[in-house]
């Protein structure tokens, strides 16, 4: 059973930074692609960034390109985003995700979900 565990998210300045961290348990991550997708409220879910730990690709939705960066320590199974120049528009709760096919696209998410952390900017 894969199991993908967030943290790193909390209360935050406009224009501050946080880290978000997944662990990832339960298998053999070497084939996988993890990534990150954000809810805000009132609004659906949507796609952040996603690495492949095999491919060595990564990409990011149009809104964070340049601000946040997704990267991997397969010795740990961790994945980390690290969101810099933070705006309020940024506030949603970010979800881990990961696919044994490295099938996540940005309008196709991964079998797998971590419980969601909470990111929140202030203005």
């Known amino acids: 059973q894969v199991q993908l565990v967030e943290s790193g998210g909390g209360l935050v300045q406009a224009g501050g930074s946080l880290r978000l961290s997944c662990a990832a348990s339960?298998?053999?991550?070497?084939?996988?692609?993890m990534g990150w997708f954000r809810q805000a409220p009132g609004k659906e879910r949507e796609f952040v960034a996603a690495?492949?730990?095999?491919?060595?690709?990564?990409y990011y939705a149009d809104s964070v390109k340049g601000r946040f960066t997704i990267s991997g320590d397969s010795a740990k199974n961790t994945v980390y985003l690290q969101m810099n120049s933070l705006k309020p528009e940024d506030t949603a709760v970010y979800y881990c995700?990961?696919?044994?096919?490295?099938?996540?696209?940005?309008?196709?998410?991964?079998?797998?979900w971590g419980q969601g952390t909470q990111v929140t900017v202030s203005s």
């Open positions: 690495i492949s730990w095999s491919g060595g690709w990564t």
């Open positions: 339960g298998r053999t991550f070497s084939s996988y692609a």
């Open positions: 995700n990961a696919d044994p096919l490295a099938l996540i696209t940005t309008t196709s998410p991964g079998d797998y």
